[in-house]
T-cell receptor
Framework: GENVEQHPSTLSVQEGDSAVIKCTYS??????FPWYKQELGKRPQLIID?????GEKKDQRIAVTLNKTAKHFSLHITETQPEDSAVYFC???????????FGRGTSLIVHP | NAGVTQTPKFQVLKTGQSMTLQCAQD?????MYWYRQDPGMGLRLIYY???????DKGEVPNGYNVSRLNKREFSLRLESAAPSQTSVYFC???????????FGSGTQLSVL
């Protein structure tokens, strides 16, 4: 089955800095890569996703990049703000399965 | 729309007790999922229901049973709770043909 590795487990930045979270996956059949944000005590919510036919996608201050050859994808947050503090999960889904495999999560802390 | 509703929000059990976690969605979604979240372990799939009347095991099904009562409801049962089942449980649902998961607010379960 699919295996998703996520790094780092904890990331601490100053407000205004950029943050990068990296994930690798093992199954070459995976073709959908979502990112979920979970604020403290809340439910995970989808913030951005990317499909295997796209190399990069942006939405305001967040962006995702995908390198299919290396089986590697990343979340980039620019101009971080305290409200970006949360746990971020990457996931990979093999085509047609609709069952995402999640990474272990990254706790992002943005210091004012 | 309430989205995905889970009950109860908190529960404390003694080892060997049984209980059922309830999940209901009002978004006319076809697929429903049960995940458990443990510190440093991400979200791990317990059971999955692609549609009413079908259920499949996920990554960590041992000690659990599920029932897809109808299209709206998907319950998770612990027949004989063990301390290793102390966790936060999330139910999620998805509309047919779409990848995005909608999560409930979670159930925090402690087994003493």
């Amino acid at each position: 089955g699919e295996n998703v590795e996520q790094h780092p487990s904890t990331l601490s930045v100053q407000e205004g800095d950029s943050a990068v979270i990296k994930c690798t996956y093992s199954d070459s059949a995976s073709n959908y890569f979502p990112w979920y944000k979970q604020e403290l005590g809340k439910r995970p919510q989808l913030i951005i996703d990317i499909r295997s036919n796209v190399g990069e996608k942006k939405d305001q201050r967040i962006a995702v990049t995908l390198n299919k050859t290396a089986k590697h994808f990343s979340l980039h947050i620019t101009e971080t703000q305290p409200e970006d503090s949360a746990v971020y999960f990457c996931a990979a889904t093999a085509g047609g399965s609709y069952i995402p495999t999640f990474g272990r999560g990254t706790s992002l802390i943005v210091h004012p | 729309n309430a989205g995905v509703t889970q009950t109860p929000k908190f529960q404390v059990l003694k080892t060997g007790q049984s209980m059922t976690l309830q999940c209901a969605q009002d978004m006319n979604h076809n697929s429903m999922y049960w995940y458990r979240q443990d510190p440093g372990m991400g979200l791990r799939l317990i059971y999955y229901s692609a549609s009413e009347g079908t259920t499949d095991k996920g990554e960590v099904p041992n000690g659990y049973n599920v029932s897809r009562l109808n299209k709206r409801e998907f319950s998770l049962r612990l027949e004989s709770a063990a301390p290793s089942q102390t966790s936060v449980y999330f139910c999620a649902s998805r509309f047919q043909g779409e990848e995005k998961l909608f999560f409930g607010s979670g159930t925090q379960l402690s087994v003493l």
